[in-house]
């Protein structure tokens, strides 16, 4: 099962040769490190992926490549603490490719640089304040007829909760700047995949602004 067959199923695909098994290789390296009311972790990552097993998207074909599927990266988290406030910040790079030859290219829907930013605040038995920010970089696009990389974009949410003795009550937004994919092109193609689908690949969020809230009892 590949990320393709999940979304098309198996009655259009073909395999013209026997696969042969993948086998992967992995190594990371991971430091954390405390200063006062900071706390800075980095890892670096490297993964390989020998007779990796891809569909192309254009004939709808599964078959074994004979070059490997490389991914390195970094990931990079630094908070802050200090009484009633907390911060995090987030960062990664990801570079990961595939193929033979002229047709190597990044792996779809992997975006290189990605990061997020998220700032608490929170008194005792009163509430608690939140805001996030996570910024999603360009992506390839792989049997998309409107674009052959996404665009990229910044999803902002907040978290606002109210305590009442045993009763709690919250408000909850994801996506405040209504980031869709549909902004930027449809989600039906103006012609059938040979995979049978309709619709393209996500690589933004589909929903929009999300609001939801509730009531929190305590036993």
Do not use: C
């Not at 991971?30 to 020998?50: A, E, I, K, Q």
């Not at 009163?126 to 805001?131: A, C, E």
């Not at 792989?142 to 109210?162: I, M, Q, T, W």
């Amino acid at each position: 099962m590949t990320e393709e067959t999940a979304a098309a199923g198996l009655s259009r695909l073909t395999v013209t040769a026997p696969l042969k098994a993948e086998r992967g290789r992995s190594a990371s390296l991971d430091l954390t490190r405390t200063v006062g009311p900071f706390t800075l972790n980095g890892t670096l990552f490297h993964y390989d992926v020998h007779n990796p097993a891809v569909v192309n998207r254009e004939t709808y074909t599964l078959s074994t490549l004979s070059e490997p599927t490389i991914t390195t990266g970094f990931e990079g988290v630094a908070t802050l603490r200090r009484p009633r406030f907390s911060v995090t910040s987030t960062y990664t790079y990801v570079h990961s490719r595939e193929g033979v030859g002229s047709d190597r290219g990044d792996v779809p829907l992997t975006p290189r640089h990605s990061a997020g930013l998220v700032g608490m605040w929170e008194k005792e038995g009163r509430g608690r304040i939140g805001m996030e920010a996570y910024f999603t970089g360009r992506q390839r696009l792989e049997d998309n007829p409107f674009r052959s990389e996404s665009a990229a974009y910044v999803l902002f949410g907040g978290l606002v909760e109210r305590r009442f003795g045993r009763i709690r009550l919250f408000l909850n937004v994801e996506d405040l700047g209504d980031v869709r994919q549909t902004k930027w092109d449809s989600l039906v193609r103006p012609f059938q995949a040979v995979d049978g689908r309709w619709t393209v690949d996500g690589w933004a969020p589909l929903d929009g602004r999300v609001f939801n809230g509730g009531i929190r009892i305590a036993f």
